[in-house]
């Protein structure tokens, strides 16, 4: 009921950028956050950027002052701006989607959404 599609990742040199995108489309009533998740090879998936419908935002501290999470609310979409990309910052990136759908009844009910993934990896 639910789809994401990111784009946006592939292969850069350190110092780089990239852009990721994630739209979500479907039976979607309200957005409560937007984000962006990280796994590395080996390593427990975590979070790189948050973007609340208020527009607060939230950022691994790895990542502060280098990426940039916005978001557009019209197309339900979410951007995360990468700057100055390190080797460390390799991984697959995954968009999530913290939602509400409107049911039949009139109640909503919560939900959570996950991208396919996208590699970004970052040579040096």
């Known amino acids: 009921q639910v789809q994401l599609v990111e784009s946006g990742g592939g292969l850069v040199q350190a110092g780089g950028s990239l852009r990721l995108s994630c739209a979500a489309s479907?039976?979607?009533?309200?957005?409560?956050?937007m984000g962006w998740y990280r796994q590395a090879p080996g390593k427990q998936r975590e979070l790189v950027a948050v973007?609340?419908?208020?527009?607060?935002?939230n950022y691994a501290d790895s990542v502060k002052g280098r990426f940039t999470v916005s978001r557009d609310t019209a197309k339900n979409t979410v951007y995360l701006q990468m700057n100055s990309l390190k080797p460390e910052d390799t991984a697959v990136y995954y968009c999530?989607?913290?939602?509400?759908?409107?049911?039949?009844?009139?109640?909503?009910?919560?939900?959570?959404?996950w991208g396919q993934g996208t590699q970004v990896t970052v040579s040096s």
């Open positions: 479907g039976n979607i009533f309200s957005i409560n956050h």
């Open positions: 973007i609340a419908s208020g527009g607060s935002t």
């Open positions: 999530n989607v913290n939602a509400n759908q409107k049911l039949s009844t009139g109640a909503l009910r919560f939900f959570a959404s």
